[in-house]
């Protein structure tokens, strides 16, 4: 029997990744809460097993004391005296039991009580294994969709992902490996829930990481990166050594990289810009694909005005306005996008006013009478 425990222990550790000491405690508890229901609930019952050959010990324990009132819990000076010569009134005695005892209620008993150990035991591993892992990317394969919710296999754990927290264009099927980025792990009345998500900007940045070594050795930095999930995203990178080209780090020779990425992202188009402090620079990157012919900026306000030829109005400011949208967001600026003729037109206006203002000065100092004298 006791063979037998130890190779059933040694099997669910190695199956559930769960330490032998606590299988073993929970094995304790299991027996001993079905031995104390078959002794009808009596707390002087205890059990222990071997941590080494798996052997099971179970035994009761009695009071001496000079008058029995519970048989069960005391036993007299003159017995205890004849089982152990010596032993005087208030010593505990110890007195094996037989496990064979253990009937088919107490066994089912046993049996639950390990499960529930064994299931919180998997919470525990599972909570610990991922606790720290926040912010990192993991592949997992869809096993079901639920309510608007996808479950996904990570092998010993279940990850959640929203369909709110996918790309607009994708459906997701059974068996379909998927990557994504665990944003938050917290432990429910259920167990441990791993949140994850491919909709999020530093999604896209973990990606970068995984494909881009300069990223990963820390050689270039993402200074910032703003996202529309399945549509565009924008990346400012920056690199800490100047013969190092961040942009064509991230790109790859013939642009391997940057295409795996994109492929992972199912086509959405990713706009790479080199970081500068400058920030009439930065905003001219940022609007990138679009050319910029003129850039003025108000620094307290962190308000820019961008003048664009006539034919790039609409790439600048982009679908639905994404482009500046994402600009603004990647910058930190406030951006108002006009093309060259409104341009002209206020330059103009401005002109005109001043050639007013300027006829109106000369207009006084003409209607102003010479001093006397």
């Given at each position: 029997m006791t063979k037998e425990l130890c190779h059933v222990i040694d099997q669910i550790s190695r199956e559930k990744g769960i330490s032998k000491e606590i299988l073993i405690e929970a094995l304790e508890s299991a027996l001993l809460s079905a031995m104390r229901k078959k002794y009808g609930?009596?707390?002087?019952?205890?059990?222990?097993?071997?941590?080494?050959?798996?052997?099971?010990?179970?035994?009761?324990?009695?009071?001496?004391?000079?008058?029995?009132?519970?048989?069960?819990?005391?036993?007299?000076?003159?017995?205890a005296q004849a089982k152990e010569p010596g032993r005087v009134e208030g010593d505990v005695l110890e007195f094996p039991l037989d496990l064979h005892d253990l009937g088919r209620i107490a066994a089912q008993t046993a049996k639950q009580v390990i499960f529930q150990r064994v299931r919180e035991a998997e919470r525990d591993v599972i909570f610990n294994e991922f606790k720290d892992k926040t912010g990192?990317?993991?592949?997992?394969?869809?096993?079901?969709?639920?309510?608007?919710?996808?479950?996904?296999?990570?092998?010993?754990?279940?990850?959640?992902?929203?369909?709110?927290?996918?790309?607009?264009?994708?459906?997701?099927?059974?068996g379909d490996t998927v990557r994504a980025i665990i944003e938050d792990v917290r432990v429910t009345s259920k167990g441990p829930e791993i949140l994850i998500s491919r909709a999020t900007p530093q999604f896209v940045a973990g990606l970068f990481k995984m494909e881009v070594p300069e990223i990963n050795e820390g050689l270039v930095l993402i200074k910032n990166i703003v996202r529309e999930p399945g549509?565009?995203?924008?990346?400012?990178?920056?690199?800490?050594?100047?013969?190092?080209?961040?942009?064509?780090?991230?790109?790859?020779m013939k642009g391997t990289r940057v295409q795996t990425i994109v492929r992972e992202l199912r086509g959405e188009r990713i706009d790479i810009i080199p970081w500068?402090?400058?920030?009439?620079?930065?905003?001219?990157?940022a609007l990138s694909p679009a050319?910029?012919?003129?850039?003025?900026?108000?620094?307290?306000?962190?308000t820019a005005m961008v003048v664009v030829n006539d034919q790039q109005l609409s790439l600048a400011i982009g679908k639905k306005g994404q482009n500046v949208r994402l600009a603004m967001?990647?910058?930190?600026?406030?951006?108002?996008?006009?093309?060259?003729?409104?341009?002209?037109?206020?330059?103009?206006?401005?002109?005109?006013?001043a050639l007013e203002t300027s006829l109106k000065k000369e207009s006084l100092k003409k209607d102003i009478p010479p001093l006397d004298g």
């Open positions: 609930g009596r707390s002087n019952i205890y059990l222990n097993i071997d941590r080494q050959k798996c052997n099971i010990k179970l035994y009761e324990t009695k009071t001496v004391v000079a008058d029995v009132q519970n048989p069960f819990e005391e036993i007299s000076v003159k017995d990192q990317i993991i592949s997992g394969v869809v096993m079901r969709k639920e309510k608007g919710v996808y479950f996904l296999n990570l092998g010993k754990a279940e990850a959640v992902l929203p369909i709110k927290e996918t790309l607009p264009t994708e459906n997701l099927k059974r549509e565009r995203t924008k990346i400012a990178v920056y690199s800490k050594d100047t013969a190092i080209d961040p942009v064509g780090s991230c790109v790859g500068t402090d400058d920030p009439r620079m930065l905003i001219a990157r050319s910029i012919d003129k850039i003025g900026i108000n620094e307290d306000g962190k967001k990647l910058t930190g600026w406030d951006i108002d996008i006009i093309n060259d003729s409104e341009y002209s037109k206020i330059r103009m206006e401005e002109t005109d006013k």
